[in-house]
T-cell receptor
Framework: DQQVKQNSPSLSVQEGRISILNCDYT??????FLWYKKYPAEGPTFLIS?????DKNEDGRFTVFLNKSAKHLSLHIVPSQPGDSAVYFC????????????FGRGTSLIVHP | NAGVTQTPKFQVLKTGQSMTLQCAQD?????MYWYRQDPGMGLRLIYY???????DKGEVPNGYNVSRLNKREFSLRLESAAPSQTSVYFC????????????FGDGTRLSIL
């Protein structure tokens, strides 16, 4: 049973538009959430994170929103650029538990010029 | 800075052969991790080392052993490789135990025939 779910395996967006990647979790102990970006033949790289005490965190073109009651978070990329084309992994961890993140299966984002 | 370095990048083994995957980090991080990624799956934790001298099992430890050789190095050993262990293996490190981003290597692509 997946504790972190990314239900969209892929997403296609036009350059300049907004990309919205979604992630749902089931474990109510999760209180820290991260997004990683992965290019082919490379390891994942950390993109942005959010603690459960916040509902929004912004870093340049990237914003993560957290809805604790719905156990849902989303990553917004505005504006999308072709270089954003990659696989995006959502991860969640529990500071009071093992702390090691549980990863979703990833969403492949393709940004068309 | 090299960050997290994994060797080899590619390897083909026959069923029953043994192999050690090497990982080294130059960021003076305390915690290190081994993950595997299979097609359509997220990253699944095999083993981790919260600090030098300690190792613990993750989600999928069967068929693997690890050694935290020193603070820099964390190796993963397959004693008797099986086709089910065909995967991409990622090593990661983080500064200390706790909820925080991990830094990943570029992976080792392992095929077992």
């Amino acid at each position: 049973d997946q504790q972190v779910k990314q239900n969209s395996p892929s997403l296609s967006v036009q350059e300049g538009r907004i990309s919205i990647l979604n992630c749902d979790y089931t474990n109510s102990m999760f209180d820290y959430f991260l997004w990683y970006k992965k290019y082919p033949a490379e390891g994942p790289t950390f993109l942005i994170s959010i603690s459960s005490i916040k509902d929004k965190n912004e870093d340049g073109r990237f914003t993560v929103f957290l809805n604790k009651s719905a156990k849902h978070l989303s990553l917004h990329i505005v504006p999308s650029q072709p270089g954003d084309s990659a696989v995006y992994f959502c991860a969640a961890s529990a500071s009071g538990g093992s702390y090691i993140p549980t990863f979703g299966r990833g969403t492949s984002l393709i940004v068309h010029p | 800075n090299a960050g997290v370095t994994q060797t080899p990048k590619f390897q083909v083994l026959k069923t029953g052969q043994s192999m050690t995957l090497q990982c080294a980090q130059d960021m003076n991080h305390n915690s290190m991790y081994w993950y595997r990624q299979d097609p359509g799956m997220g990253l699944r934790l095999i083993y981790y080392s919260a600090s030098e001298g300690t190792t613990d099992k993750g989600e999928v430890p069967n068929g693997y052993n690890v050694s935290r050789l020193n603070k820099r190095e964390f190796s993963l050993r397959l004693e008797s490789a099986a086709p089910s262990q065909t995967s991409v293996y990622f090593c990661a490190s983080s500064e200390f135990r706790g909820v925080q981003p991990q830094h990943f290597g570029d992976g080792t692509r392992l095929s077992i025939l």
